[in-house]
């Protein structure tokens, strides 16, 4: 079992930055493929960016492109989302999740198997 502890969220003004971390423990923790979604209330969680497990390859939703970074420390067990430029549109809970097993999709929530309990960010206009 896999667990995932968020930090880092806030409220910022539209235009400033936020980095969220994402530490992860248990066991089988180390070197998993991870990703960012994030949710606000009566919409569906959407995704935000994934990373495989060395930090290698990256994968961005359209809307934060250029915007946001996700990166990993693996000696840290920890994954970071840094977000720069940031819109009032980017108001969400946003969570890291965590898959245990290979697989081609990175997009989908249900491509994943942990998930943590989330961290608000509110950017204000």
């Known amino acids: 079992q896999v667990q995932l502890d968020e930090s880092g969220g806030g409220l910022v003004q539209a235009g400033g930055s936020l980095r969220l971390s994402c530490a992860a423990s248990g066991r089988t923790s180390v070197g998993r493929d991870m990703a960012w979604f994030r949710q606000t209330p009566g919409k569906e969680r959407e995704f935000v960016a994934a990373i495989n497990w060395n930090g290698g390859t990256t994968y961005y939703a359209d809307s934060v492109k250029g915007r946001f970074t996700i990166s990993r420390v693996n000696t840290k067990n920890t994954v970071y989302l840094q977000m720069n430029s940031l819109k009032p549109e980017d108001t969400a809970v946003y969570c890291c999740?965590?898959?245990?097993?290979?697989?081609?999709?990175?997009?989908?929530?249900?491509?994943?198997?942990?998930w943590g309990r989330g961290t608000q960010v509110t950017v204000s206009s």
């Open positions: 999740a965590v898959r245990l097993a290979w697989s081609s999709g990175w997009f989908n929530e249900r491509e994943y198997d942990s």
